[in-house]
């Protein structure tokens, strides 16, 4: 087998340490391993995506169970609603937050609604939830009023329920 | 490449001859009429779908467009509010459009083919920003030098609050200094006195000219290799993940690019020098392109190649260091730190819950950089053998945005340049196997949109 045609870019190299105008031709072996590898990365990268779609649409299906549940629940017929899904835990629980009266978003007193379980008929299973008070991040320290499961489940803090905060008014609780 | 030629000429006598001609001319003819009606309707599509978004996109009001200045207002009467579902459709179509073009490129003449993505381009270039708020990071960046006197590689933007760029910068990035190369972040300090509105049609301008400039180049580099220009110019131009994300969203990618192409057509022309040059100053723009130099290396073996990326990273640290001090020099800082990002549309965070994992782990960034290395070292060596450099650069870079914890759209256009100029075609069919995994990946709003 010949030695491919070196570059006349660098004369001044040894021919062994010359480069090369092209790949010294072989009998493919490389090329096909290199091929099979790379057949099996797509396929398997095939087969990851795919998996990571269908869970984003069942995320989807549970999301919008969960918006109808909290309109069904509170009567109210809102578009801003806000859902906060459980990152950390990596389980199924979201926690969906809307306003008790029409306004921008987080404008009033919210209503947040903790949402487990799985959809049926289109809805979800509620076990309990907690106010947020206007223009107020969902954090332990703003929730009030804890009901259901939310209380005991130490939502707002660790003695269940946590007194309404004495400057803020209430909206349509 | 795929290319239409004309069926062989059939050696038969007298009659038999005439009727075969007149076969022939009647097939060639229907065929002929067919791949033009092809043509026409990928055409069409093609235009529609990215006038739908471009059109769609200037209502505003979309979770798929960022806030923006109204720069595209006297398009906003004419559309709806852009949704998940009409957005994927569109993309969909236009992708299978073109396909479609890209199959029959062989029957495309010149001229239909340079002025169909000059349309593309210059549709997308009119409307709004698109899908990302990375250029208003970009123009808080360039503000906060030019106008504010503040280091953009010390601060993040929220440095300058009272700024009118302020509101429209991404939430996650207002307390980050800017990740981008000194040379581009100089580049961009005289749009940050033009005006907000000023400044984001500066980079838009800068975008599509950086764009344009790197079709040249592949269209050039291409024509070198003897491989059809069309292909290599329309496979990159009228790409609809180069159209709507990186050009919609006036990324620095395409300026990378730019650099990137310039590199490899002084090689191919073996002015190695500038090449190297070319490929070092483009790693101040965005350190990515600096992987093009090892592979760009190990195939000249040339003391150009050595002198001239010395050279370059000399002048450009340099600027950077009298621009930004240190930091505005410390490359790899700036790489590490995007490095550790997570974003849910990466392979890894894929793989990470096809194995139950919520996903992607310390432990998980470790064995993801050994994988790259481990595909660097084996192109390296490949290109010492002979391999083709351009291809084994391109590897590289597909290799960096598969592995990557943190993949945005305009990551996965960073090898398909180089795959449309090079010789091994499997770099091409994979760039397009990953570009397209990665729609599949957004289609989940189609089949469960959440209102």
Same mark, same amino acid.
């Given at each position: 087998?010949?030695?491919?045609a070196?570059?006349?870019?660098?004369?001044?190299?040894?021919?062994?340490?010359?480069?090369?105008?092209?790949?010294?031709?072989?009998?493919?072996?490389?090329r096909?391993?290199?091929?099979?590898?790379?057949?099996?990365?797509?396929l398997?990268?095939?087969?990851?995506?795919i998996?990571?779609?269908?869970?984003?649409?069942?995320?989807?299906?549970?999301?919008?169970?969960?918006?109808?549940?909290?309109?069904?629940?509170?009567?109210?017929d809102?578009?801003? @609603?806000?859902?906060?899904?459980?990152?950390?835990?990596?389980?199924?629980?979201?926690?969906?937050?809307?306003?008790?009266?029409?306004?921008?978003?987080?404008?009033?007193?919210?209503?947040? @609604?903790?949402?487990?379980?799985?959809?049926?008929?289109?809805?979800?299973?509620?076990?309990g939830?907690?106010?947020?008070?206007?223009?107020?991040?969902?954090?332990?320290?703003?929730?009030?009023?804890?009901?259901?499961?939310?209380?005991?489940?130490?939502?707002?803090?660790?003695?269940?329920?946590?007194?309404?905060?004495?400057?803020?008014?209430?909206?349509?609780? | 490449?795929?290319?239409?030629?004309?069926?062989? *000429?059939?050696?038969l006598?007298g009659?038999?001859?005439?009727?075969?001609?007149?076969?022939?001319?009647?097939?060639t003819?229907?065929?002929?009429?067919?791949?033009?009606?092809?043509?026409?309707?990928?055409?069409?599509?093609?235009?529609?779908?990215?006038?739908?978004?471009v059109?769609?996109?200037?209502?505003?009001?979309?979770?798929?467009?960022?806030?923006?200045?109204?720069?595209?207002? =006297?398009?906003?009467?004419?559309?709806?509010? +852009?949704?998940?579902?009409?957005?994927?459709?569109?993309?969909?179509?236009?992708?299978?459009?073109?396909?479609?073009?890209?199959?029959?490129?062989?029957?495309?003449?010149?001229?239909?083919?340079?002025v169909?993505? &000059?349309a593309?381009?210059?549709?997308?270039?009119?409307?709004?920003?698109?899908? #990302?708020?990375?250029?208003?990071?970009?123009?808080a960046?360039?503000?906060?030098?030019? #106008?504010? %006197?503040?280091?953009?590689?010390?601060?993040?933007?929220?440095?300058?609050? $009272?700024?009118?760029?302020?509101?429209?910068? %991404?939430?996650? =990035?207002?307390r980050?200094?800017t990740?981008?190369?000194?040379?581009?972040?100089?580049?961009?300090? *005289?749009?940050?006195?033009?005006?907000?509105?000023?400044?984001?049609?500066?980079?838009?301008? +800068?975008?599509?000219?950086?764009?344009?400039?790197?079709?040249?180049?592949? /269209?050039?580099?291409?024509?070198?290799?003897a491989?059809?220009?069309?292909?290599?110019?329309? &496979?990159?131009?009228?790409?609809?993940?180069?159209?709507?994300?990186? +050009?919609?969203g006036a990324?620095?990618?395409?300026?990378?690019?730019l650099?990137?192409?310039v590199?490899?057509?002084? &090689?191919?022309?073996?002015?190695?020098?500038?090449?190297?040059?070319?490929?070092?100053a483009?790693?101040?723009?965005?350190?990515?392109?600096?992987?093009?130099?090892?592979?760009?290396?190990?195939?000249?073996?040339?003391?150009?190649?050595?002198?001239?990326?010395?050279?370059?990273?000399?002048?450009?640290?340099?600027?950077?260091?009298?621009?930004?001090?240190v930091?505005?020099?410390?490359?790899?800082?700036?790489?590490?730190?995007?490095?550790?990002?997570?974003?849910t549309?990466?392979?890894?965070?894929?793989?990470?819950?096809?194995?139950?994992?919520?996903?992607?782990?310390?432990?998980?960034?470790?064995?993801?950089?050994?994988?790259?290395?481990?595909?660097?070292?084996?192109?390296l /060596?490949?290109?010492?053998?002979?391999?083709? =450099?351009?291809?084994? $650069?391109? =590897?590289?870079?597909?290799?960096?945005?598969?592995?990557?914890?943190?993949?945005?759209a305009?990551?996965i256009?960073? *090898?398909?340049?180089?795959?449309?100029? #090079?010789?091994?075609?499997?770099?091409?069919?994979?760039t397009?196997?990953?570009?397209? +995994?990665?729609?599949?990946?957004?289609?989940?709003?189609?089949?469960?949109?959440?209102?």
């Amino acid at each position: 087998m010949s030695r491919p045609a070196v570059t006349d870019a660098s004369p001044r190299w040894p021919a062994w340490l010359a480069p090369l105008a092209s790949e010294r031709p072989g009998r493919g072996d490389l090329r096909r391993a290199e091929t099979t590898i790379l057949v099996l990365i797509g396929l398997f990268l095939l087969v990851a995506t795919i998996n990571d779609t269908v869970r984003k649409i069942d995320t989807n299906h549970r999301l919008i169970a969960d918006l109808h549940t909290w309109r069904t629940i509170t009567g109210h017929d809102y578009r801003n @609603l806000s859902v906060e899904q459980d990152l950390k835990g990596y389980s199924t629980r979201e926690i969906v937050c809307g306003n008790t009266r029409p306004g921008p978003p987080g404008e009033h007193v919210q209503i947040c @609604l903790v949402m487990t379980g799985p959809v049926v008929h289109g809805l979800r299973s509620t076990h309990g939830g907690y106010y947020l008070p206007p223009r107020a991040q969902d954090l332990p320290r703003n929730r009030y009023g804890c009901f259901g499961a939310a209380a005991s489940g130490g939502f707002c803090g660790p003695t269940g329920v946590t007194a309404k905060p004495k400057s803020l008014s209430y909206e349509g609780e | 490449m795929n290319q239409i030629s004309n069926p062989p *000429p059939l050696a038969l006598e007298g009659a038999a001859a005439q009727g075969a001609t007149v076969s022939l001319a009647r097939v060639t003819g229907v065929r002929s009429r067919r791949v033009t009606g092809a043509l026409v309707l990928a055409t069409i599509v093609l235009l529609a779908a990215t006038l739908e978004i471009v059109i769609d996109g200037a209502v505003g009001h979309s979770p798929l467009i960022p806030k923006s200045p109204q720069i595209a207002g =006297w398009l906003s009467g004419v559309g709806e509010r +852009l949704g998940f579902r009409v957005f994927l459709i569109a993309l969909l179509a236009d992708i299978a459009a073109y396909a479609l073009f890209l199959s029959l490129i062989g029957s495309v003449p010149r001229r239909l083919a340079i002025v169909l993505v &000059a349309a593309l381009n210059m549709i997308v270039f009119a409307g709004p920003i698109l899908f #990302s708020t990375d250029v208003f990071s970009y123009i808080a960046y360039a503000r906060m030098g030019a #106008s504010h %006197g503040l280091n953009p590689y010390l601060h993040g933007p929220f440095t300058i609050h $009272s700024d009118p760029v302020y509101k429209y910068v %991404g939430s996650d =990035w207002v307390r980050v200094p800017t990740a981008y190369g000194p040379i581009y972040t100089l580049i961009t300090y *005289p749009l940050g006195l033009l005006g907000l509105a000023g400044a984001l049609w500066g980079m838009k301008l +800068l975008a599509l000219a950086a764009s344009a400039g790197t079709l040249w180049l592949t /269209w050039r580099c291409a024509a070198k290799r003897a491989l059809d220009p069309r292909f290599a110019l329309f &496979a990159v131009g009228a790409n609809p993940l180069y159209v709507t994300y990186a +050009l919609g969203g006036a990324h620095n990618d395409l300026i990378m690019l730019l650099f990137m192409m310039v590199g490899v057509t002084f &090689a191919l022309q073996e002015r190695d020098a500038s090449a190297a040059s070319a490929i070092i100053a483009g790693a101040f723009i965005k350190a990515t392109v600096g992987v093009l130099w090892p592979f760009m290396l190990a195939s000249r073996r040339t003391l150009g190649t050595v002198g001239g990326a010395l050279g370059a990273a000399a002048l450009c640290a340099l600027a950077g260091y009298l621009a930004f001090g240190v930091h505005g020099v410390d490359l790899v800082a700036a790489l590490n730190r995007d490095a550790a990002l997570v974003s849910t549309d990466s392979f890894p965070t894929e793989i990470a819950h096809l194995f139950g994992k919520p996903g992607v782990f310390p432990v998980d960034h470790v064995m993801l950089k050994a994988g790259l290395v481990l595909v660097a070292v084996h192109m390296l /060596w490949r290109t010492w053998r002979g391999y083709d =450099w351009v291809a084994a $650069s391109g =590897w590289a870079l597909l290799a960096i945005s598969v592995t990557s914890t943190w993949l945005l759209a305009w990551y996965i256009l960073w *090898p398909l340049p180089l795959a449309v100029v #090079s010789r091994d075609r499997r770099l091409l069919i994979a760039t397009f196997a990953v570009q397209a +995994l990665f729609v599949i990946h957004q289609t989940s709003p189609l089949f469960a949109p959440v209102s």
